[in-house]
């Protein structure tokens, strides 16, 4: 179907063009631009209607309809219906041109959003007719420049009589059979032109699993491809050594590090090259976990790294591993200060081999630095990280495993999807005996009881951190700015109890020199936009404020929670906000709630949307047209291990039943029928 749209009737050059616009060049593009999304006419009696739903009403016009006009090219119509005996009020904007179709006496049927209380219903669609005399399911199509609706519902028409025999099907038979679903050909028909609910949730079903199923086999394409390449990395390490060094711990591991663990020690002891990502919530113990993992590469005679985001970061990592691994190996660090004479010592010892394990920031990539023998790589909060950063660490070796870390908790959705690629460890059980931090969502007319509680922490020899979204005023948003909120706080405060203030204008030194005076207590109350949020670990700090809170999504608002809690005392979280919305007042419900990071993270993405999860400009999230992955987590989970099973038994190349599927996959990704490049 790759003919060029102006092959179907009816297309001339000037729809063409249009369509062109569209993104529509082909054939196929036009029978694959699918409605996004389909307005039930399903009549709803009005003792049934919910407030703010969208629902369809069916009434005669009781009156002309009225047109209101206000500023440039906008407008406002006004129709009342006679629904059941009742006046009910229809609002449409920007719709002046029905003014004609809406005369006194007839039947409409209208859908919008319900407003109870005026009895008045603000129309998104409408059909002149009784709901009876419609087809009940109408798509809605998106279209731009000179193309209308009813050109592109005509042309797709077309094209589906004219090519019907062309559109193969790309699934073997047994997966329609075994999970009901129809065919291409017919499910396209009935994507396009539904003749019922039930056909519509059928078709759309078959064409989720297909995308989710199309995507899975290219990130399993590239598991294979990575494992593949990255063969003869098999480490011989020292499992009685390394056990000896876990029962020194001062603490016993739980059952999900002793899992991931097992996982993580399978990966070292393959011939494949590991690409893990462990994630883990803050506090859950992923350093003690890494420890092990780069102990064990030590035992076989090899070297490990750990990489950060920040020279803080690195110095916290390099204390805790020194002190965990006193006495079985050499942990060295490394960053942007270590200069002179220091530094070239570093880079001899860890060439020679004298060095066990590295740490540091972006410095361990630096050209200067070479490893004797470098076995594992572990990267920490790894999406801080560009893709070309990690792949020069992972180069800097013979072929070492790479561990990625985060504390972020990715929805096993997301996980799914952006790193199919990879295999996922989670840690998801806390230490014994770690107390939970206590959050509680306050107005901001209570600032003088939080005041008060600062000073009653402060008092106590403890450590609070305030939290603003923006640095300085922004004439678009009314937010209490990070610089005011610390010129308040100190007028406040000081001389007693010392503020200091953190951002991400700062330069880097300057960075570093506010955090170790907070680390050192120097500093009592920080004030701080979000760059506290990764790995900063204040044990003495049990305080944790954040104002207009209702700006962050959950999974922001929890890791900027794990900056406290660390320590032994009790911590506590102060949500200041005033959302406007549901969504707002919903987050810091949750918040209040829940300590679990992988709980809040799927609640996240319920209330966000996959889009906004990591930030707008991540890659590796892909667009589905019909699927969604939230919603349709269960197609993905299906699709991924179908996908998984299809790699694993090379049906691909060796089966025909999956010939179509094979070139389908080739077509969408490029493949070339080789297993990626």
Known sequence: MKQPVDQVKGIGAKLAEGLANMGIFTVEDLLFHLPYRYDIFDVQPLAELIHDDKVTIEGEIASPAHVQYYGRKKNK?????????????????????????????????????????????????????????????????????????????KSVKQALEQYDDEIKEILPSSYLASYKMPDRKTALQHMHFPPDRKALAHARRRFTYEEFLLFQLKMQFIRKQKREASSGGSLSFDNDRVQAFVATLPFTLTNAQQRVLTEIMRDLKSSYRMNRL??????????????????????????????????????????????????????????????????KAILEQVANGEVDILVGTHALIQDEVHFRDLALAIVDEQHRFGVAQRRTLRDKGLHPDVLFMTATPIPRTLAITAFGDMDVSAIDEMPAGRKEIETYWVKENTIDRVLDFIRKEVAAGHQAYVISPLIEESDKLDIQNAVDLHEML?????????????HGRLPADEKEEVMKEFAANDTQVLVSTTVVEVGVNVPNATLMIIYDAERFGLSQLHQLRGRVGRGDAQSY???????????????????????????????????RGPGDFFGKKQSGIPEFKVGDMVHDYRALETARKDAEQIIAEEKLENDPAYRNLLQALDAEFALNGNVLD
């Open 77 to 153: 119509l006004t129709v009342t219906l006679l629904v059941e005996n009742v006046a009910v009020k229809a609002i449409m904007f920007n719709r002046a041109f029905a003014q004609k179709q809406l005369l006194p006496g007839r039947k409409v049927t209208v859908i919008g959003k319900w407003d109870q209380h005026r009895l008045q219903l603000t129309v998104s669609n409408f059909k002149v007719g009784g709901a009876d005399e419609l087809t009940p399911v109408q798509p809605v199509y998106g279209v731009k420049g000179s193309v209308t609706v009813r050109q592109l519902q």
């Open 573 to 607: 979280c102060i949500l200041i906000a005033e959302p406007k919305g549901e969504i707002g007042k919903e987050r810091m419900r949750i918040m209040t709630e829940t300590n679990n990071g992988f709980e809040l993270s799927e609640q996240d993405l319920q209330l």
């Open 278 to 343: 462990l994630q883990g919530d803050v506090g859950s113990g992923k350093t003690a976990v890494a420890a092990v993992a780069l102990y064990a590469a030590v035992t076989a005679g090899k070297q490990g790294a750990i990489m950060v985001p920040t020279e803080i970061l690195a110095e916290q990592h390099a204390q805790s591993l020194s002190g965990m691994l006193d006495g079985f190996a050499t942990v060295a660090l490394l960053t942007g200060s270590i200069k002179g004479k220091r530094r």
């Open 490 to 502: 100190s007028a406040v405060f000081e001389p007693d109890i010392h503020v200091g203030l953190m």
